[in-house]
C-alpha cells in the first residue's frame, strides 16, 4: 500500500505518494526529476548515492523513502547557495578532483558532512571519512586535496 512521504528537499516542500519500500533514491531521480545523486552499487557500498538528510550523510539507494517522511534532505543540486558554489564544490573544481564524475556528488555530499561536523580535520580523518566512497577511476589523492582545501575555508 502507498503512503504519502512529504519531505523538504533542497529547500523546497515536496509530497510524493509511493511505496514506503521504494529506495529515496528512485523517488529523487524518478518522481522529482533530481539525477545528481547516482545509483552506484543499489547495495550502500559505494557511496554513489550519498544524500544528506537532516544534515547527516546517507546512501539513499538502502533508504526507504518512508523513512525521509517530514525530514530534510539536500541532494548535489541544493548544496550551492544561488550562484555560489559550496567550499567543497569549489575545492573539487580547483584540485581537479574528478575524472569521469560518477562518484563526485556522493563525495562531495560526504565531505560537506564531514567538515559540518569537523571543520579542521586531519588527513586521517578525511581518508576515514572518505573511504566510505568508492572512486572507481582512483582520483583519492586529488579528492583528499579538495577536502583539505575546502576546511581551509
Known sequence: MDVKVNLTVNGKKRSVTT???RSLLDVLREELNLTGTKYGCGEGR???CTVLMDGKRVLSCVTPAAQ???KTITTI????RGDSLHPVQEAFLAEG???CGYCTP???LTA???LE???NPTDEEITTAMNVNLCRCNGYTKILNAVRRASKK
Open 68 to 70: 525521509a517522511n517530514k
Open 112 to 114: 560537506a558532512a564531514l
Open 117 to 119: 561536523k569537523n571543520p
Open 19 to 21: 511505496d514506503p519500500k
Open 46 to 48: 559505494c557511496g554513489a
Open 77 to 80: 543540486e541544493g548544496l550551492a
Open 97 to 99: 578532483a574528478m575524472q
Open 106 to 108: 556522493g563525495m562531495i
